[in-house]
């Protein structure tokens, strides 16, 4: 069971209206005299609460989209709103601070800084948002100990398997409570063991939360195991849920 205050979860409000709306984004990026288009208009209505694998051959626009929905990249044209505010047009300073606050990313590579704890790790983007110390450092605590790290606090990146690595940035995503999270292969360097408990508790933890979750895998398997399904295409949505 993932133990979360009540407090930490996103409001009841927030809750009930969240949802990811995809207008017709297109991203073509210039590589020399060549225009290379990504995404060539997607549109998704993703409910509060999803959890939906987001599948496709490599080079279809996958990591793009998901860059988009998170505010790290922004669209060449359409619109992206999250719970009902347009995030396609902020500015990176807003945009920053929107996403500290909304988004968790879990990627294939974790990222966790090698001269932190996993705690040290967890707490860092509470910290950066300027909650009180004692509160994000407690918060980590529970998300650690969630996740099955309870008695790896102290570790280091290095002295944890790749497995408990990839628990480590599943608590740091969560720790600022996100309505929403977007994961791009989180396991795809693990064992097929590992990956199944991994997506199994990244499922649990967004059922118990209501978490909407877009998870990208290559491993169709894996995919299959989510309730909900996306399919890409050249840059295009081609097949699954949520479309419109
Ligand atoms: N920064 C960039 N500059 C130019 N082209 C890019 C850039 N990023 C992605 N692309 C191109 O956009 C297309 C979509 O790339 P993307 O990374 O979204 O694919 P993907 O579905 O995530 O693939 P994979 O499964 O291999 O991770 C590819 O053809 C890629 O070459
Ligand atoms: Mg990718």
Do not use: W
Not at 142 to 159: D, F, I
Not at 180 to 202: F, R
Not at 215 to 241: F, Y
Request: charged residues 20%.
């Amino acid at each position: 069971m993932v133990e979360i205050g009540k407090d930490d979860l996103p409001s009841e409000a927030a809750r009930r209206d969240y949802s990811i709306v995809v207008r017709d984004v297109r991203k073509s990026y210039r590589v020399g005299p060549v225009d290379v288009e990504a995404l060539r208009g997607v549109d998704l209505k993703v409910p509060a609460g999803s959890i939906v694998a987001l599948t496709g051959k490599s080079g279809s626009g996958k990591s793009t989209l998901l860059h988009i929905l998170g505010t790290l990249d922004q669209p060449t044209s359409g619109q992206v709103l999250l719970h009902g505010t347009e995030v396609s047009t902020m500015t990176d300073l807003v945009a920053s601070q929107f996403r500290n606050s909304s988004v968790g990313f879990v990627f294939q590579m974790n990222n966790l800084l090698g001269e932190f704890s996993a705690s040290e790790n967890v707490m860092l983007p509470g910290l950066i948002a300027g909650a009180p110390h004692a509160a994000v450092q407690d918060r980590a605590r529970k998300l650690l100990s969630a996740v099955g790290l309870g008695a790896r606090l102290n570790h280091r990146p290095g002295e944890l398997s790749g497995g408990e690595q990839q628990r480590v940035a599943i608590a740091r995503a969560l720790i600022m409570a996100p309505p929403i999270l977007l994961a791009d292969e989180p396991t795809g360097n693990l064992d097929q063991k590992t990956s199944h408990e991994i997506q199994e508790l990244l499922m649990h933890i967004c059922r118990e939360n209501h978490v909407t979750m877009i998870l990208v895998t290559h491993d169709l398997d894996l995919a299959r195991r989510l309730p909900s399904q996306v399919i890409m295409e050249d840059g295009r949505v081609i097949q699954g849920d949520f479309t419109h």
